[in-house]
Each structure stands twice: as structure tokens, then as C-alpha cells.
């Protein structure tokens, strides 16, 4: 029987009346009690336990925090175990790569790291243990009928012709069918429970089905392989998992879960349900991100505008802030759907703490200053942090030719425009004022290409010697002495708020953005980021936050992304 009957719907409801008290206490309520009271057991143990048939997003970041950071809080501990039971749409690689997304986060599973796959002889053991108990048997339905028999939510379900066979025939058929000489989909092994029962995960569910595939881990050594709801509550109780943290569209399987534990009379651990965390502006279907990436509508899994950690990562975004967001969402019983402009508000806050400023200029105009001597360099002190001393300085290169953004430039501004027109002077970042004498343009096209400025030699650092104060202030870098950069700038990959709940057109994909990628390629950067290291982050001063791309950047060729722009407009309403 089920060990834990106060594990119902009804009082997890209760549980969940007040918001504040579901987003941070209710699975943790649940744990401290079952720890006084002494059941499951004395010693927390909690499992992480993806299918490697695709790549980590932000939503199993969620569940990564919340499993490893429960463990811990409770002096227990947190196994990972990769849910490979399926060998038609897993792979090695995504296994891999699950395990260094769950590493970069900052957590450990030590030496647990288990697989399904482990347990396949016990779970076979498990499984002839049913058949000889009456409570399973062989069914030779396809597919479509045992979804015909199966009935619907208003009416029961009919029993397949095959329920009855005898514990015999029954062991004689499940052992052809591990010997191979059955075709994929002519027989099933189903349990036999309840085809009139009012859970439809309860009306005789597929516990073994035929894949004559190879699996990534035992090769050819298999060809039936179990369903996750029976692999799931029995490795769970192999590895002596005390609470199986699940989200929450396993709710309705947990009779399932408690039903082949309790008739195995193995240990029993708690299923727990919580709500996965849905994003606004984004998809978190593993079925849908792969059909982004085959349609080629992003450049693959870590592609730096996707939601999976890989992406993030490439992104810019650090474990830190994905931490710091998972906490603030908290743990909900309620489904709801997270504005994504707090998961780039917590980013913002972890990157104002740590990235080192620097001066890069995405759209270069050419300033020469007419009066400075040519042949000329100097260099200006500069802190990699103005708030953080200990960060130290930098030495940034001045000369005669620098660039500054285009838009810093206005032939006709309007008022209160206080960045540099004809006439009018600017600070330049650091170094000295300038102002702006002529304008030079192209012939043929018109455009403004050079400005030709003055600057005053009494104002380096500080207020010129008349004291006069200038109030625009802009950035820039040496002609001479920047390096040439890539920078691309992203933007969220979907123009609609819910891409999959637009009724009219529900087609996610008609909702991409198609400026959701903007690639610059003449990009001007101060000299030693060329030299910066994959994956470095830093603040373009007045642009945004940046890091090195860690697939095509390279020293010669440095390629910066970016990661969030310098306003928070999720912040800004916050306060409002």
C-alpha cells in the first residue's frame, strides 16, 4: 500500500494556499517533517534524472537548484541519473553534455552518477516478478488499439483479449520477446491493474516495449526496453531515493508510481510534484528546441538566443545569476509563466558585481584631432571597476585618430542632445575635451565619414584650466591601437509574449523574431580584448554586457556576444 496516504492533491492544495509560503517552504515542509517523523528515512536523498535526448534548458535548472540544494540543506545527498531507456532518441553526446551543464552550475554528484541502463537486468527481474504475481501479461495489440481499449476520460476502458493468458504463456512470450524474435510493436508487457479506473494512467499501462535498436550504453545486448513509469519509481528505489522531486504533469502518475513499488514491496520513496517553470518570450519543449535546430531556424543547441544552459552559457550568462534566479521564483504548485526580464534582471546584477569595464565602438566614426601632435601616443589610467578598487587598472592607448560611435555624432541635434555636434564640445572618456570643427563627408554618397576636432591639453582627466564644465561624455578608442572585432547583437528569439498560445496562428514558429540576430562586423575594441580569453565577460562602457564567444572567437578574430543591455526594464516596473 501506498506509505504515504497524506500525499494527496487535496492536502498539497492546502498547502499551497499561501503564495509566499509555495514558492519557498512547501517541499522543504514536507522533507523536515518526513525527517521527524523518521519515514522514508533518516537521511535525505534526492535524484536529478534527465533523458539525454537533448540539451539542458533553464527549466532544468529549476529542478537541478531545487534537487541538489534541498540535498544539501538537509546534510543529504543528490544522485544524477540519466533516464536512457529510450535508445531511438539518445545519445552519448547529450549525456555529456547534461553532465558539464550540471557541473558549470556549481553542483556535484560525486560519484553518483548512475543510468537507467544500470538497472536494466534488476528492472527485467522486477518485471518477471509481476508476471509470475498475475499482475502482468504479454498483449499482442498494436499500438492503436490499446489506445482504442484504453477509453477515455468519460468512459471506462476494455480489457485486451490477451489480460487472461496464463502466468506461463505470459513468461514463455517475454522471454521470445528479449530473445528478439519478435518484430518492433507486434507485443507489449502491460500491467495489469485497473481498465476501468478513473486515472487513465492506471487502465493496464505498457511496461516493456520492443525497439530493435542499439542503445548508446549496452549496444545490442537489448531489445525490449521499459517505459519511464515503470523504469522511474524502481530506480528511484534502487538507488534508496527518500523524496522523487518531480514536476507537475507527473501528479496524475504518482497512483502508477506508488502502485509497482508498493506491489514489488521494495522501498517506497515520496513523490513530490512541483510546477516547471515556464518563461515568457521563449519554448521549453525539448521536442520543439530540436525542431528549431534541424529547421536550422538557430545555429544548434548552444546557439546564445536559445533557453537551453549551453546557449546561456555562450550567451554570456553566468551560473550565478541562473541560481540567484531560480531562488527568487521559488517552488509553486501552480502553473504560471515567469517574465523572462527577471532572469535578465538577475544577470545584470551578477554582471554589475563582476565584469570588468571596458571601451569597444560598434559603429565607428573616424575623430581626428588637428592640434595633437602627430606621431604622439600617450596612455590614460582607467579602473577595470569604478566601484570595486581591488578589481585594479588598465592603461588605454591614446593618439591622434580614435573612433567613436556614430551615434555619439549629431549634425543637428535636438535639445538637451549633449554628445558632440558642430560647435560643441564632449568629454572624452578618461582623457581630454574635444570639440568638433568640421564635418567631412563622402562625395558620392554624402555620408559623414570623418569628424576633425580640437582638443584642450589643459583638460586631461579633469576640468580645463577655465574651469568651464562640459556635460556630454562619450567613449572611444586609438585608430592606432584598437583591434577589429565581430560583436552580434541578440535579441529574444520570439516576438510573442506565449509563442504556443496564440489560438489564431498556433504555429510557434510563425512567432519567430527575425531581428532576434544582428551581426557587426566592424567593430573597434580596446587592445587587450583581442587577447581575452573564450567566455570572458566584460561591460562595453554605455553598450551593454558582452563575452567572448566560445566557439568562433579567436585571437586574431576576436567575436563578442551580447549578453543583456544595460537597461533593466523588468527592474525599472518592479519600482514603479
Known amino acids: 500500500m501506498n506509505k504515504f496516504p497524506e500525499n494527496t492533491a487535496k492536502q498539497e492544495t492546502t498547502a499551497s494556499s499561501g503564495e509566499e509560503a509555495v514558492s519557498t517552504n512547501f517541499i522543504r515542509s514536507i522533507i523536515a517533517s518526513d525527517l521527524k517523523s523518521g519515514a522514508p528515512a533518516k537521511k535525505v536523498v534526492t535524484r536529478f534524472p534527465p533523458e539525454p535526448n537533448g540539451f539542458l534548458h533553464i527549466g532544468h535548472a529549476k529542478s537541478i537548484c531545487l534537487n541538489f540544494g534541498l540535498a544539501a540543506e538537509f546534510g543529504g545527498v543528490c544522485n544524477l541519473r540519466l533516464d536512457d531507456t529510450n535508445p531511438i532518441k539518445e545519445e552519448s553526446t547529450y549525456a555529456e553534455a547534461i553532465m558539464e551543464d550540471v557541473r558549470w552550475l556549481g553542483f556535484d554528484w560525486e560519484n553518483r552518477l548512475y543510468y537507467a541502463s544500470d538497472y536494466f537486468e534488476q528492472l527485467h527481474e522486477f518485471a518477471l516478478r509481476l508476471i509470475r504475481a498475475g499482475k502482468a501479461?504479454?498483449?499482442?495489440?498494436?499500438?492503436?488499439?490499446?489506445?482504442?481499449?484504453?477509453?477515455?476520460?468519460?468512459?471506462?476502458?476494455?480489457?485486451?483479449?490477451?489480460?487472461?493468458?496464463?502466468?506461463?504463456?505470459?513468461?514463455?512470450?517475454?522471454?521470445?520477446?528479449?530473445?528478439?524474435?519478435?518484430?518492433?510493436?507486434?507485443?507489449?508487457?502491460?500491467?495489469?491493474?485497473?481498465?476501468?479506473?478513473?486515472?487513465?494512467?492506471?487502465?493496464?499501462?505498457?511496461?516493456?516495449?520492443?525497439?530493435?535498436?542499439?542503445?548508446?550504453?549496452?549496444?545490442?545486448?537489448?531489445?525490449?526496453?521499459?517505459?519511464?513509469?515503470?523504469?522511474?519509481?524502481?530506480?528511484?528505489?534502487?538507488?534508496?531515493?527518500?523524496?522523487?522531486?518531480?514536476?507537475?504533469?507527473?501528479?496524475?502518475?504518482?497512483?502508477?508510481?506508488?502502485?509497482?513499488?508498493?506491489?514489488?514491496?521494495?522501498?517506497?520513496?515520496?513523490?513530490?510534484?512541483?510546477?516547471?517553470?515556464?518563461?515568457?518570450?521563449?519554448?521549453?519543449?525539448?521536442?520543439?528546441?530540436?525542431?528549431?535546430?534541424?529547421?536550422?531556424?538557430?545555429?544548434?543547441?548552444?546557439?546564445?538566443?536559445?533557453?537551453?544552459?549551453?546557449?546561456?552559457?555562450?550567451?554570456?550568462?553566468?551560473?550565478?545569476?541562473?541560481?540567484?534566479?531560480?531562488?527568487?521564483?521559488?517552488?509553486?504548485?501552480?502553473?504560471?509563466?515567469?517574465d523572462v526580464g527577471l532572469l535578465e534582471h538577475c544577470l545584470r546584477e551578477d554582471l554589475n558585481e563582476s565584469a570588468p569595464?571596458?571601451?569597444?565602438?560598434?559603429?565607428?566614426?573616424?575623430?581626428?584631432?588637428?592640434?595633437?601632435?602627430?606621431?604622439?601616443?600617450?596612455?590614460?589610467?582607467?579602473?577595470?571597476?569604478?566601484?570595486?578598487?581591488?578589481?585594479?587598472?588598465?592603461?588605454?592607448?591614446?593618439?591622434?585618430?580614435?573612433?567613436?560611435?556614430?551615434?555619439?555624432?549629431?549634425?543637428?541635434?535636438?535639445?538637451k542632445y549633449f554628445r558632440l555636434s558642430p560647435g560643441r564640445e564632449v568629454r572624452l572618456r578618461y582623457a581630454y575635451i574635444v570639440r568638433c570643427d568640421e564635418v567631412i563627408r563622402d562625395e558620392a554618397t554624402g555620408e559623414v565619414v570623418e569628424l576633425r576636432c580640437t582638443y584642450d591639453p589643459t583638460s586631461r582627466g579633469g576640468a580645463p584650466a577655465d574651469g568651464r564644465k562640459v556635460k556630454g561624455i562619450i567613449h572611444w578608442v586609438s585608430a592606432a591601437h584598437a583591434v577589429s572585432a565581430e560583436v552580434r547583437l541578440y535579441d529574444r528569439l520570439f516576438r510573442k509574449e506565449?509563442?504556443?498560445?496564440?489560438?489564431?496562428?498556433?504555429?510557434?514558429?510563425?512567432?519567430?523574431?527575425?531581428?532576434?540576430?544582428?551581426?557587426?562586423?566592424?567593430?573597434?575594441?580596446?587592445?587587450?580584448?583581442?587577447?581575452?580569453?573564450?567566455?570572458?565577460r566584460y561591460q562595453f562602457e554605455r553598450l551593454g554586457y558582452f563575452c567572448v564567444d566560445s566557439r568562433d572567437s579567436a585571437p586574431a578574430n576576436p567575436v563578442f556576444n551580447r549578453t543583456a543591455t544595460l537597461r533593466d526594464s523588468w527592474a525599472k516596473a518592479g519600482q514603479a
Open 137 to 338: 501479461y504479454v498483449d499482442d495489440l498494436s499500438p492503436e488499439q490499446i489506445r482504442e481499449y484504453r477509453g477515455t476520460l468519460t468512459e471506462p476502458g476494455r480489457e485486451s483479449p490477451c489480460r487472461n493468458r496464463t502466468v506461463e504463456e505470459n513468461l514463455d512470450l517475454f522471454a521470445r520477446m528479449r530473445a528478439g524474435e519478435f518484430p518492433d510493436g507486434s507485443r507489449v508487457l502491460r500491467a495489469k491493474i485497473d481498465m476501468a479506473s478513473g486515472n487513465l494512467n492506471l487502465r493496464d499501462p505498457v511496461m516493456y516495449r520492443i525497439l530493435n535498436a542499439p542503445h548508446h550504453r549496452t549496444g545490442d545486448v537489448w531489445c525490449i526496453y521499459p517505459m519511464y513509469d515503470f523504469a522511474h519509481g524502481q530506480s528511484d528505489s534502487i538507488e534508496g531515493v527518500t523524496h522523487s522531486i518531480c514536476t507537475l504533469e507527473f501528479e496524475d502518475h504518482r497512483p502508477l508510481y506508488d502502485w509497482f513499488l508498493d506491489q514489488l514491496e521494495i522501498h517506497h520513496p515520496r513523490q513530490i510534484e512541483f510546477a516547471r517553470l515556464n518563461l515568457s518570450y521563449t519554448v521549453m519543449s525539448k521536442r520543439k528546441l530540436l525542431e528549431l535546430v534541424r529547421e536550422k531556424h538557430v545555429d544548434g543547441w548552444d546557439d546564445p538566443r536559445m533557453p537551453t544552459l549551453t546557449g546561456l552559457r555562450r550567451r554570456g550568462y553566468t551560473p550565478g545569476a541562473i541560481r540567484d534566479f531560480c531562488r527568487r521564483i521559488g517552488v509553486a504548485k501552480r502553473e504560471s509563466t515567469v
Open 357 to 415: 569595464r571596458r571601451m569597444a565602438v560598434l559603429n565607428p566614426l573616424r575623430l581626428v584631432i588637428t592640434n595633437y601632435p602627430e606621431g604622439r601616443n600617450e596612455e590614460f589610467e582607467a579602473p577595470n571597476h569604478p566601484q570595486k578598487s581591488e578589481m585594479g587598472t588598465r592603461k588605454i592607448p591614446f593618439a591622434r585618430e580614435l573612433y567613436i560611435e556614430r551615434d555619439d555624432f549629431m549634425e543637428d541635434p535636438p535639445k
Open 498 to 536: 506565449n509563442p504556443t498560445g496564440d489560438r489564431q496562428e498556433p504555429d510557434y514558429r510563425a512567432h519567430l523574431n527575425p531581428d532576434s540576430l544582428e551581426v557587426l562586423t566592424d567593430c573597434r575594441v580596446e587592445p587587450e580584448l583581442g587577447k581575452s580569453p573564450q567566455e570572458s
